[in-house]
């Protein structure tokens, strides 16, 4: 498949005449064929306007219909082989190995969205049969099941060109729950953008959608994004990236005349608690596999451990001690963007500066203008608690240890950090009574907790959360991954005392698809 340095608008492909742009090789910065065109204000409007066109008549095709969709969809996708994969690489300098995987995953998580779909759980089906003799007051008939919330703009991720991007966990589960997609492709991939674009719309046709259920719009600057956040036939809004980026977004829509959700993934630095049993038993091994996890990809994922907790000591030495050994054989990486390696150095500029604050070790030195030289800083509990700089996220192969006098002190941290997309408790079996006066802490203060592993990488599962309290995710109620995924962009609705003939498929008698539903309180398929 050529790349022609188009969008899609309503399935149908177009060369924007808004300005040009180009795409970037992120190891040297220079411009890749062809030119793209942008989108104009008309474009959006169009693209909007088809969407909100098609929700009515997709959100009512049969779950087997959207099935079929995303199963296309996935075809189509994993059909693109290394073509994809090859771009990938030129766009953002990730490993061939790692964009097959990533190819992969998008696959899957269409696949599971899929089976999601035709199980038929997610409609969430109850019933309450109607109670005419009930005294003092009959009960009519009630009936609840979840529908799409409407159309959804999806912003593409910097880190992950394919699983969260055009085709990825937010866009799936949106075209899962019945809502069409405007995606606004990240300008760090596009070439790799349009293939998949290409795919979607392809999948499309040739299983008979709505024309305006998928658009892919480019554009440069903020207008783009405000545009489309602001746009009246929009009804929610999935974002990865900065926390900046994200607060912007939610600002937009609150500030709508029909304000609608903004589901943004921003900001987590995932805390890693090392527990003094574990410390002192297997110190050796967990920091050279937390090296590991803090180096893999450039450091460019949003579960990176950014931040170590223990309890000073002789123990922690020798852990430090050993991280260094580890980091030091680590070779530098090129970063996504030149703007996120250039983030990157001034972020850990602003740490190294900081009161208090000892650089541990960092790794072999750049070989290219792009590349992040990992790096790991050591400070105190009473230096971290006393400046707020020590907090940040920064983005990449750098993280900070923070040494506590005791485990008081420790938990002082945990209660001050903000809200997290991870936390990890690494601990041995001397460590389980102090773990357990912890654990309800991290609840509060994480989406995922992790026993004994690392935080790198999120299975696409049935039970993943890769959500967690502000400033995480704009919604800490939400997952970006996984299943349940699809719940951001469901709403209830209730049938009162509804014709058996109007109701919808799920809610009808005779529960024609056979799925599980809660009907006078109890869970039959009946």
């Not at 799936?172 to 674009?197: D, F, N």
């Not at 091994?285 to 180096?295: F, K, M």
């Not at 390696?341 to 208090?356: C, D, E, N």
């Not at 919808?504 to 056979?514: I, K, Q, S, V």
């Amino acid at each position: 498949m050529d790349i022609q340095g188009s969008m899609i608008i309503g399935c149908e492909t177009v060369t924007g005449q808004g300005g040009f742009m180009h795409a970037y090789a992120a190891s040297t910065g220079e411009p890749i064929s062809p030119m793209f065109g942008c989108a104009t204000q008309e474009d959006v409007e169009q693209a909007c306007t088809l969407a909100a066109q098609a929700f009515d008549s997709y959100r009512r095709l049969s779950d087997e219909r959207r099935a079929q969709f995303l199963d296309a969809i996935a075809w189509e996708i994993a059909s693109l082989g290394s073509v994809l994969s090859e771009r990938a690489h030129a766009e953002t300098a990730l490993p061939l190995a790692r964009l097959e995987g990533e190819r992969m995953r998008t696959v899957n998580q269409l696949r599971l969205f899929a089976t999601v779909i035709r199980d038929g759980r997610w409609h969430g089906a109850v019933i309450d049969n109607a109670q005419p003799e009930r005294t003092p007051l009959p009960r009519s008939d009630l009936r609840l099941q979840h529908i799409g919330i409407g159309p959804v703009v999806v912003f593409g991720a910097s880190n992950f060109p394919l699983a969260f991007s055009v085709a990825g966990g937010d866009t799936a589960s949106a075209l899962a729950a019945g809502c069409p997609v405007v995606v606004k492709a990240h300008p760090a991939h596009l070439g790799t953008s349009e293939l998949v674009a290409r795919a979607i719309a392809k999948a499309a046709q040739d299983t008979g959608m709505p024309a305006g259920v998928f658009s892919m719009v480019i554009g440069e600057g903020t207008w783009i994004g405000e545009s489309l956040a602001k746009h009246p036939a929009i009804r929610a809004i999935g974002f990865t990236g900065s926390r900046q980026g994200g607060l912007a977004l939610t600002r937009i829509a609150q500030d709508r005349p029909t304000p609608i959700p903004v589901y943004a993934e921003m900001s987590s630095i995932n805390p890693v608690v090392v527990f003094p049993a574990a410390l002192a038993a297997r110190g050796e091994i967990i920091a050279r596999d937390y090296i590991d996890s803090l180096t893999f990809g450039a450091g460019q994922f949003c579960t990176n451990p950014g931040l170590v907790l223990a309890i000073a000591g002789d123990a922690l030495d020798a852990f430090c001690a050993n991280a260094a050994e580890a980091i030091a054989a680590k070779p530098a990486a090129t970063m996504l963007t030149p703007g996120i390696h250039a983030a990157f150095r001034r972020g850990i500029g602003q740490l190294v500066a900081a009161t208090g604050v000892a650089q541990v070790a960092s790794g072999q030195p750049a070989n290219g203008p792009y590349d992040a030289v990992p790096i790991l800083l050591r400070t105190t509990a009473d230096d971290f608690l006393a400046n707020a700089v020590l907090e940040q996220d920064v983005f990449g192969p750098g993280s900070l240890i923070v040494a506590c006098r005791d485990l008081a002190q420790l938990e002082a941290v945990l209660s001050h950090i903000e809200g997290q997309l991870t936390a990890t408790v690494q601990l041995d079996d001397d460590d389980h009574a102090h773990v357990r006066e912890v654990l309800p802490l991290l609840e509060r203060k994480a989406g995922r907790i992790l026993f004994n592993g690392f935080p790198t990488g999120v299975e696409v599962s049935y039970a993943m959360v890769h959500g967690g309290p502000f400033p995480a995710t704009s919604d800490g109620r939400s997952t970006s991954v996984g299943a349940s995924a699809i719940g951001r962009f469901l709403r209830p609705i209730c049938y009162q005392d509804a014709p058996d003939s109007l109701l919808p498929t799920a809610l009808r008698a005779d529960n024609p698809r056979g799925i599980w539903r809660l009907v006078d309180g109890e869970l039959t398929r009946e």
